[in-house]
C-alpha cells in the first residue's frame, strides 16, 4: 500500500506564493510520474501539473504556465508544487497524484487547502 501525505497549503494574498509538498511512502519498486490536481467549490477536479519521474515530460494547465512549478525529489520520494503569482480562481483543494510500479497503480493524497484572497 502507498501513503500520500500532503503539507504546505494555507491562506495568502493575491500575488504571493506558496509551496506544497507531498510525501510517498510504501511498498513502491518505481515511480512512473506524478502530479498536482485541484478541485475548487462547486467544481469538478482539474489537472494542474504532471510530469515523468525521470522529468523527460513535464505540462501544465494553461492557467498556471509561468507561475507554478512542479518538481521531484526521488530522494525524498516527494513531490513539490511551487505556486508564485496566486490568484483567487487558485483557491481550492490540492491533490497529489502518483503513479508507481509496473502496474501503473494509482495513488492520491487526502487534499491540503489552498485559499487566496483579492
Known amino acids: 500500500q502507498v501513503q500520500l501525505v500532503e503539507s504546505g497549503g494555507g491562506f495568502v494574498q493575491a500575488g504571493g506564493s506558496l509551496r506544497l509538498s507531498c510525501v510517498a511512502s510504501?511498498?513502491?519498486?518505481?515511480?512512473?510520474?506524478m502530479g498536482w490536481h485541484r478541485q475548487a467549490p462547486g467544481k469538478e477536479r482539474e489537472r494542474v501539473a504532471d510530469r515523468t519521474a525521470g522529468g523527460a515530460a513535464t505540462t501544465y494547465a494553461d492557467s498556471v504556465v509561468g507561475r507554478f512549478t512542479i518538481s521531484w525529489d526521488s530522494s525524498k520520494n516527494t513531490v513539490y508544487l511551487q505556486m508564485d503569482n496566486l490568484k483567487p480562481e487558485d483557491t481550492g483543494v490540492y491533490y497529489c497524484n502518483v503513479n508507481v510500479d509496473k502496474t501503473w497503480s494509482s495513488y492520491w493524497g487526502q487534499g491540503t487547502q489552498v485559499t487566496v484572497s483579492s
Open positions: 510504501g511498498s513502491i519498486s518505481r515511480f512512473n510520474f
